[in-house]
């Protein structure tokens, strides 16, 4: 259960070796100077290596002079944006917002991220709040964000924190240690981590704990922080060192002194901690405690006022654990870059300390797409992760993999596969919205998908994306599902927890 390697699969050393045999023993192996002659190159080792010929640029502008569709682009292009002007008329006539297997109730308003990076706790509170407004009898309803962000700054940086005094002995140049600091707290979560606070905290409706500047403007707020936990971090790994040489050099055993060590900057710990905690209610204001009862005046959808009271765990436990309890909900991704019907997870990553670990079911992208299927009949909205920036038309509200025509207009070919993509940096997951509807064919097969995002209702079909099949297979990496709406063979593999480790810095771990 060791950190893997993101790379090819390859065929084992020794059937490589005897391939070559055979391959040699048919014909001879060509000289080198044979091999440069069939591939019309020189061996002339005083020539310049490696730099961009000057003959050849003028080769080059040559013939893009030549080249007819070529100039016409350069001349369109050159005074446009390319990503709008190259959408294709057909995609927008394609790309139908209709849909033939929905929810039986709608959700709503449309929510807004604004200026920050939380989509993860939007689709996580878009999903919960269709069970609490059935419950209710809500016309419009919200849960707070902002609660959802403050209880998970705070517990973030103490992940972060915990991280370094683990990590206290690991170089601070090597790669683990500057990929923690490199975002020690940023917006972006994933599943588990909702998981974590939501059983950690519970919810409480927007109205109780509404937006401030800062949970919907984020930077100044996160620079703050990180500038602070990059302080913090650096302060015990010093006094980590001076410590352990104090009691050390007075003759204590190195086993006892390294405790006594880690229980005394557990202590200087907790008072970074109250420092991130006066940062934290300075910018987005004083919540709820999980266990502090508040009261919560609401008109429902005929227009009585109701009201609740109690405490945002009671809150969660009452109106958001029926018919399926979220906390039982679990991710299958689809990662081509590694085994299939393997439970998987990522180094170093999470928010509470001690918690759930960010945990992934790898499987077929058809698995994840019977998944969302089964969740809808069963009028269950879906968290999804995904990479939105990829063949993706923000104002249309359009995810399809040919609503550009760059091939045609730059005269190339763009080859790349999705496990390809994900070895060299170009996806990852970026984006969790939610899926409320799905088109089917006559077999039973998806065609498209409604996507609520947490964009506001300016962009797309009044907040809704549509996203065709296609797109779904090449840029869809994860799938939240109820256990109870799972593949039991998949639910077994979560549940027997053998896992396998990606590195910290694998795409697999980008946050959404």
């Avoid at 991710?331 to 997870?345: E, G, H, K």
Wanted: charge should be negative; include cysteine; proline fraction near 5%.
């Amino acid at each position: 259960m060791g950190a893997f390697q993101s790379t090819p699969r390859t065929a084992p050393a020794s059937t490589l070796s005897e391939k070559a045999v055979i391959i040699q023993d048919r014909a001879p192996v060509p000289t080198a100077d044979e091999l440069a002659e069939s591939l019309s190159v020189s061996l002339d080792l005083a020539i310049p290596s490696g730099s961009v010929s000057l003959p050849s640029i003028g080769e080059w502008q040559s013939s893009l002079e030549a080249d007819h569709k070529l100039s016409l682009s350069r001349t369109i292009l050159s005074k446009s944006d390319p990503s709008t002007t190259l959408l294709k008329p057909a995609a927008k006539v394609t790309d139908a917002h209709v849909y033939n297997t929905q929810l039986d109730f709608k959700a709503g308003p449309i929510t807004s991220q604004n200026a920050s990076g939380r989509c993860w706790m939007f689709a996580t509170t878009n999903v919960l709040r269709y069970a609490i407004m059935k419950k209710l009898n809500l016309e419009d309803f919200q849960l707070s964000q902002s609660y959802f962000f403050f209880y998970d700054k705070l517990e973030k940086s103490n992940y972060y924190l915990e991280n370094m005094l683990e990590l206290v002995d690991e170089p601070l140049d090597s790669r683990l240690i500057s990929f923690l600091n490199t975002s020690p707290i940023g917006d972006g979560g994933q599943w588990d981590m909702a998981v974590n606070i939501l059983e950690k905290y519970g919810v409480v409706p927007q109205a109780v704990f509404p937006e401030s500047y800062s949970s919907s403007n984020s930077r100044a707020m996160d620079t703050l922080l990180t500038t602070k936990l990059r302080e913090y971090g650096l302060s015990l790994r010093r006094q980590s060192a001076q410590l352990l040489a104090a009691l050390t050099s007075r003759g204590v055993p190195f086993e006892a002194a390294k405790a006594a060590t880690h229980r005394a900057l557990e202590k200087t710990k907790g008072e970074y901690m109250k420092e991130v905690y006066t940062i934290l209610s300075v910018t987005l204001g004083i919540p709820p405690q999980r266990d502090e009862s508040f009261k919560w005046d609401y008109y429902d959808k005929p227009g009585n006022a109701r009201v609740f009271t109690g405490t945002p765990i009671q809150f969660f436990k009452t109106f958001a654990t029926t018919p399926y309890d979220p906390l039982t909900a679990f991710s299958i991704v689809n990662d081509p870059r590694n085994s299939y019907n393997a439970l998987y997870s990522v180094e170093r990553l999470g928010n509470v300390w001690g918690a759930r670990p960010v945990l992934y079911v790898n499987t077929e992208i058809d698995r994840l797409k019977g998944a969302i299927v089964r969740s809808i009949k069963a009028n269950q909205p879906v968290f999804f992760g995904c990479d939105v920036s990829k063949s993706s038309d923000r104002d249309l509200g359009i995810m399809d993999c040919g609503i550009h025509d760059y091939e045609n207009a730059f005269n190339i070919t763009l080859g790349l596969k999705k496990a390809e993509r994900m070895q060299l940096g170009e996806s990852a997951m970026t984006h969790a919205m939610v899926i409320t509807a799905v088109h089917l064919d006559e077999a039973g097969k998806p065609v498209r998908y409604k996507v609520e995002n947490s964009w506001g209702p300016a962009v797309g079909d009044k907040g809704f994306f549509v996203m065709t099949d296609a797109w779904f297979d090449e840029y869809v990496y994860q799938v939240v599902v109820p256990k109870a709406l799972a593949d039991l063979d998949l639910v077994k593999i979560f549940e027997k927890g053998e896992k396998h480790m990606y590195p910290a810095w694998d795409p697999m771990g980008a946050l959404a």
